[in-house]
T-cell receptor, first 115, second 114 residues
Framework: GAGVSQTPSNKVTEKGKYVELRCDPI?????LYWYRQSLGQGPEFLIY????????DSGLPNDRFFAVRPEGSVSTLKIQRTERGDSAMYLC?????????????FGQGTRLTVV | AQSVTQLGSHVSVSEGALVLLRCNYS??????LFWYVQYPNQGLQLLLK??????LVKGINGFEAEFKKSETSFHLTKPSAHMSDAAEYFC????????????FGSGTRLQVQP
């Protein structure tokens, strides 16, 4: 596609429910990143994929959060037993090679609200 | 570990005035530095990046930033603000080895007054 696509754009869920957030990166980009942005803050790193594997998942806050990228393209961020504190904007980005000096292209994000 | 500090969560300038958004970084190895802009209801867009070539970096929309190692700074400037520059601006750092994700500052919201 022309850019990074994230669906849904908005998600409201009840506390304790399971949610999945989808990211469709730019075609050909091997690196994919998930970030979380709370109101008034900058994005915080969650996980980085190089191809199909999670090269760095050190930003995942706890074991309720999990992400996959089974075919090296689309990625899904999964959150189990959601809590109100999980409410935030979840951003996905992709880059051509995942090197530190290459540009990351961001999607418009999924705004998750846990009620 | 690397970090970024953006001084001033809100900056207000008059249209036509100089824009100066401050960013200081901390990194134990030579960093790569970025400025991103976020317009309302849009994703982050890269304005410019420093990757150890020229210390004065020119970006889109008339913005530029200068890498100053001695001051550990990467301030963003634009000579003349336009109403369309009103947005949230984020400074970010990454390092060439290890984690390749970006570490962002907390952002500066720029208001441009007519």
């Amino acid at each position: 596609g022309a850019g990074v696509s994230q669906t849904p754009s908005n998600k409201v869920t009840e506390k304790g429910k399971y949610v999945e957030l989808r990211c469709d990166p730019i075609s050909g980009h091997t690196a994919l990143y998930w970030y979380r942005q709370s109101l008034g803050q900058g994005p915080e790193f969650l996980i980085y994929f190089q191809g199909t594997g999670a090269a760095d998942d050190s930003g995942l806050p706890n074991d309720r959060f999990f992400a996959v990228r089974p075919e090296g393209s689309v990625s899904t961020l999964k959150i189990q037993r959601t809590e109100r504190g999980d409410s935030a904007m979840y951003l996905c980005a992709s880059s051509l090679k995942g090197q530190g000096n290459t540009e990351a292209f961001f999607g418009q994000g999924t705004r998750l609200t846990v009620v | 570990a690397q970090s970024v500090t953006q001084l001033g969560s809100h900056v207000s300038v008059s249209e036509g005035a100089l824009v100066l958004l401050r960013c200081n970084y901390s990194s134990s190895v030579p960093p790569y530095l970025f400025w991103y802009v976020q317009y309302p209801n849009q994703g982050l867009q890269l304005l410019l990046k420093y990757t150890s070539a020229a210390t004065l970096v020119k970006g889109i929309n008339g913005f530029e930033a200068e890498f100053k190692k001695s001051e550990t700074s990467f301030h963003l400037t634009k000579p003349s603000a336009h109403m369309s520059d009103a947005a949230e601006y984020f400074c970010a750092v990454s390092v060439g080895t290890g984690r390749r994700a970006l570490t962002f500052g907390s952002g500066t919201r720029l208001q441009v007054q007519p």
